[in-house]
């Protein structure tokens, strides 16, 4: 409520005004923030909407990697992934997140296998859930330096405004930096 689009800086932060504030927003943060808060709903509802590929990715792994994802399959499509075992070192992967479809699939499920292993080490999954959720959302969101239309920017901030986001990202960054009208006024010398 109150939100007002500016413009675009640096392709990579949105300039608004909310009231009589100017507000900064790192779209990269807080497409992610977005993402992490749809797959946590969506993994508390009916399970993380899946996605099938056109072609099938085939992963060809190292020895340490190949069994880091067999023993983690059933977590995998737990978050929307369908891998399968190919033999040996070998994997398919079938389907991703939803959330996902259009990124590197061989990097996500890389990434998500080192995640898996690592949370292996330290803990059990079912504490370190947002972990492997911060690792997808990051994936599947816009990144900084890309140029958004003025719908994608409209439909960030009315995605940000819809969601209980805090004041980070799934990593801690900041998603915004407000700057008080008494702030802005102060600079000019006019408070």
Not at 14 to 39: K, S, T
Not at 56 to 71: G, I, K, M, Q
Not at 106 to 130: F, H
Request: glycine share 6%; net charge negative.
């Amino acid at each position: 409520e109150g939100w007002r689009l500016i413009g675009q800086y640096l392709n990579s932060y949105l300039l608004c005004q909310i009231n009589d504030e100017l507000v900064l927003v790192d779209q990269h943060a807080a497409h992610e923030r977005i993402g992490f808060e749809r797959l946590r709903d969506q993994l508390a509802a009916d399970g993380i909407a899946s996605q099938d590929l056109l072609f099938p990715v085939v992963l060809e792994l190292d020895h340490r990697e190949a069994a880091v994802l067999n023993d983690h399959l059933g977590d995998f499509s737990r978050f929307g992934f369908e891998v399968e075992s190919f033999g040996g070192r070998s994997f398919t992967v079938k389907s991703v997140p939803a959330l996902a479809a259009d990124v590197d699939a061989e990097r996500l499920v890389r990434d998500l296998a080192a995640e898996l292993n690592e949370i292996g080490r330290t803990g059990q999954l079912s504490d370190e859930i947002e972990r492997v959720l911060a690792v997808l959302a990051c994936h599947s969101m816009v990144r900084a330096n890309q140029a958004l239309s003025q719908s994608e920017m409209q439909n960030l901030l009315k995605d940000l405004a819809a969601i209980d986001f805090g004041s980070c990202c799934p990593h801690g960054r900041p998603i915004m930096y407000r700057l008080p009208k008494r702030e802005v006024e102060k600079f000019f010398h006019r408070g």
